[in-house]
């Protein structure tokens, strides 16, 4: 399987030449492992790699941690070290005693927990990253995170872009993005995401939740799938899943602390009163969402129902990804208030507020930026707005909307 550039290498490269624990967080099999691997031969470095998805490293790791180091001295990658919490107290040991930095190259899929695990031991000496699955800039070997709307940029960017056409889109949509899929290393989609998922339940959800009905959470995953670009209704997928509210609470916390869903929130100051409240919710891929949702091939969901939220999802999740992959919380939300008004994505960068909206026609017009004059009474500037489209190539409606093809984000 040919190695794809991730758009966080440079970002990987200066935190491990400066911090002793660069921990890299994200869901499974989206190539954190790789792509450090990757860094550390490119900076010839000799580097141990260790997973404890192997049961007698971590069998060795949860009850001798000090042994564990002595067989696996720094500089060492720990894959999936959300198993071996114990690890963290002789790390930060290993950290107070000097380590250089480098040392400790940790990874895990279950990232607010270990999240929580560093902020407890290794506050401000620990680099956290996430990685999430692969967007359309690294395939097409573009390691440049588009986290800027000034035209420059936007011009650059058309030019080191591959375009798509509408049926290509769709397709790249519905095949999704994770590393295997994207390389050609498996074409089966079906049975990898399938596989994808029973992995998923046995290995995170289970050992977050303790014993759980697989098939009645596969009910659910698909439940949440079939809402995703939509605002949150807890009770809505309960009911269609059977359990109680409050186990779709739990469930979804579940979803998102193991990178499978994120969620917009409305974009909100004490200058706005009457927005909603409800967060909207999305996939980090939208190829686990086509699966779920039981789109077969692009041309289905082309033609689907669904094709619009598909297309939501996928441009909201790409900026998301551009976002992380420059190391930076991903500034964005959304704005919808009871008048009906909506706004896609509001950007919130540099003082600054961007709007966003996201479009399944080809031929965009002023009226579809009639929302974008709601920011405008706020304290905050609103900057230059974008209608993301299946346009063809990049242009504007006026000196204040650009128009970008949804190939480009």
Not at 40 to 60: F, K, N, P, Y
Not at 168 to 178: A, D, N, T
Not at 203 to 215: E, P, T, Y
Request: glycine content about 6%; hydrophobic content about 45%.
């Amino acid at each position: 399987m040919n190695y794809i550039h991730r758009s966080i290498e440079p970002l990987l490269k200066e935190t491990l030449s400066e911090y002793a624990v660069v921990l890299l967080v994200g869901p499974r099999q989206v190539g954190k492992s790789t792509v450090i691997e990757h860094v550390i031969a490119d900076d010839g470095r000799q580097v141990e790699a260790v997973t404890l998805d192997d049961l007698t490293q971590r069998s060795l790791a949860q009850n001798d941690p000090a042994m564990f180091f002595e067989l696996h001295e720094p500089p060492v990658l720990i894959d999936e070290v959300q198993y071996a919490p114990e690890l963290f107290t002789y790390i930060k040991m290993a950290v107070d005693r000097g380590a250089v930095p480098g040392s400790f190259l940790l990874t895990g899929s279950q990232q607010f927990r270990l999240m929580e695990l560093a902020g407890e031991s290794l506050a401000g000496r620990i680099a956290i990253l996430s990685l999430s699955s692969l967007d359309l800039a690294e395939e097409a070997n573009t390691a440049s995170p588009l986290i800027s709307m000034g035209i420059k940029a936007l011009k650059k960017r058309s030019k080191q872009m591959r375009p798509l056409s509408v049926s290509q889109l769709f397709e790249v949509i519905q095949r999704g993005f994770m590393p295997a899929v994207v390389s050609g290393a498996n074409t089966n989609l079906n049975v990898f995401y399938s596989s994808y998922i029973q992995t998923y339940i046995e290995r995170d959800v289970r050992r977050l939740l303790g014993k759980v009905d697989a098939l009645q959470f596969m009910d659910f995953m698909r439940a949440v799938a079939a809402r995703c670009s939509q605002m949150l209704n807890v009770a809505s997928i309960a009911e269609d899943v059977g359990i109680r509210p409050e186990k779709a609470k739990a469930w979804l916390a579940v979803l998102e602390r193991s990178g499978i869903i994120f969620y917009l929130h409305p974009y909100a100051n004490n200058q706005l009163k009457r927005t909603v409240k409800k967060p909207k919710l999305y996939f980090h891929d939208c190829g686990i969402v086509a699966y779920l949702t039981r789109w077969s091939t692009p041309e289905a969901l082309q033609a689907g129902a669904m094709n619009g939220a598909f297309v939501e999802n996928f441009a909201v999740s790409e900026i998301w990804k551009a976002f992380l992959n420059a190391g930076l919380e991903p500034p964005l939300y959304y704005f919808r208030d009871k008048d009906g008004n909506e706004i896609d994505v509001v950007i919130e960068m540099n003082g600054k507020l961007y709007p966003i909206e996201i479009k399944k026609t080809a031929s965009p017009n002023k009226a579809m930026t009639k929302a974008f004059s709601c920011l405008d009474r706020l304290q905050l500037p609103r900057s230059t707005g974008v209608i993301l489209c299946m346009a063809s190539e990049l242009s504007a409606i006026d000196s204040d909307t650009y128009v970008i093809p949804l190939w480009m984000v």
